[in-house]
Each structure stands twice: as C-alpha cells, then as structure tokens.
C-alpha cells in the first residue's frame, strides 16, 4: 500500500503561485508514475499533469502548459505541482494519484490522496 498526502493548497488571487505537494509514505519503493488531477463542482476530474518514475517523460493538460510544472524529488518521496499565473478556472479540489501505468485516466492509478482545495479569485 502507498499513503499520499497532498498540501499546499489555498486561497490565492488570479496571477499568483501556489506550490502543492504530494508526499508518499508506505510501499514507496515501486516504480509508481505519479499524477495530479482536479475537480470542480459539477465536473469530472481532470488530469493537470503527470510524470513518470523514472523522470523522463512529463505530461501537461492544454490549459495548464506554460504554468504548470510538475516534478518529483524521489529522496523526499514528493511529487511537486508549481503553479503560476493562476486563474480563476483553476479553482478545483487538487489531488494526487500513483499508479504503475502511464496513463492520464483516473481510473487507472492505484493510489489517491485526500486532496488539497485551490481557490483563484479573480
């Protein structure tokens, strides 16, 4: 079993930064792709940005590239989002996900955090 613990969320004005984390504990040593998605009221979750376990490969949605950075530090056991130049359509509930399949579709990561609230105000 894999336990994720994602923070960083807040309230923050459109333009602005938020750095979220998502830190892993338990069967850490697997080869786990990790993801982060999001979901707004009345919507379906979305993958905002994956990335391998290896670190070679990073996947963005459209609407985040150019502001969002996802990494990873492996001897924190951390998954990073870097996200700049906020918008008010960023407004979600944030969580993080790890699988052993690359893959943007919820339905294929194993393990889920709790989630982290991102509010933009305009």
């Known amino acids: 079993q894999v336990q994720l613990v994602e923070s960083g969320g807040g309230l923050v004005q459109a333009g602005g930064s938020l750095r979220l984390s998502c830190e892993a504990s338990?069967?850490?040593?697997?080869?786990?792709?990790t993801g982060w998605f999001r979901q707004a009221p009345g919507k379906e979750r979305e993958a905002v940005a994956a990335i391998t376990w290896r670190n070679n490969n990073k996947y963005y949605t459209d609407s985040v590239k150019g502001r969002f950075t996802i990494s990873r530090d492996d001897a924190k056991n951390t998954v990073y989002l870097q996200m700049n130049n906020l918008k008010p359509e960023d407004t979600a509930v944030y969580y993080c996900a790890a699988g052993p399949n690359w893959d943007i579709r919820p339905e294929r990561y194993a393990y889920w955090g709790q989630g982290t609230q991102v509010t933009v105000s305009s």
């Open positions: 338990g069967r850490t040593g697997g080869r786990y792709h």
